[in-house]
């Protein structure tokens, strides 16, 4: 099983940065970001395959990054433009086959999460 632990997370003013990182024991296929808002179901934010290939979610496209370091087993997310709705506690996610989408099926192994909170 895959370890995963974010961190990076915290409350800043709309327009703000953040950069989410997340140390894994290692790599899977596919490494993601999502997030879950009070009362509101999972959503997937972005994905990043072994093959370099990345999605995104509609809504962070153009203000948010994933990227892997892999000397560093690390996986980041720098989230740009911060919006209020935003605020979301961010997991981390690993699949460990494949991942056509950015959806929590596909992904086998998860962090605790880290919240981020964006105020106007």
């Known amino acids: 099983q895959v370890r995963l632990v974010e961190s990076g997370g915290g409350s800043v003013q709309a327009g703000g940065s953040l950069r989410l990182s997340c140390p894994v024991s290692?790599?899977?296929?596919?490494m993601g970001w999502f997030r879950q808002a009070p009362g509101k179901e999972r959503e997937g934010v972005a994905s990043?395959?072994?093959?370099?290939?990345?999605r995104y979610a509609d809504s962070v496209k153009g203000r948010f990054t994933i990227s892997r370091d892999n000397a560093k087993n690390t996986l980041y997310l720098q989230m740009n433009s911060l919006k209020p709705e935003d605020t979301a506690m961010y997991y981390c996610?690993?699949?460990?086959?494949?991942?056509?989408?950015?959806?929590?099926?596909?992904?086998?192994?998860w962090g605790q999460g880290t919240q981020v909170t964006v105020s106007s």
């Open positions: 996610a690993a699949a460990r086959v494949w991942c056509p989408k950015i959806e929590s099926t596909f992904f086998e192994d």
């Open positions: 290692e790599f899977s296929y596919c």
């Open positions: 990043i395959e072994s093959s370099g290939h990345i």
